[in-house]
């Protein structure tokens, strides 16, 4: 598995082990939540805050991801 490491990670370093963190860990993940903080990109990225009761997380959807949705993102939506 993953082994501690000492001394400060560069960017490039931790989100590399972050993202093998999670890939290991998860195979597919579905979440469901509030949209706020919504800010479409001029590049068709569409960034936002995905919200419930107590947490918060910040997102991404992909401009091939958000050709592809049947609706338009909105802030207070339930996705």
Known sequence: RHSPREGAWSVSELT?????????????VEVEGQI?????????HLYFTLKDERSQIRAVMFRSDARRLTFRLEDGQHV
């Open 16 to 28: 590399a082990h972050l993202k093998a963190l999670v890939e290991e860990g998860f195979s597919r």
């Open 36 to 44: 706020s903080n919504h800010r479409p990109h001029p590049s068709g």
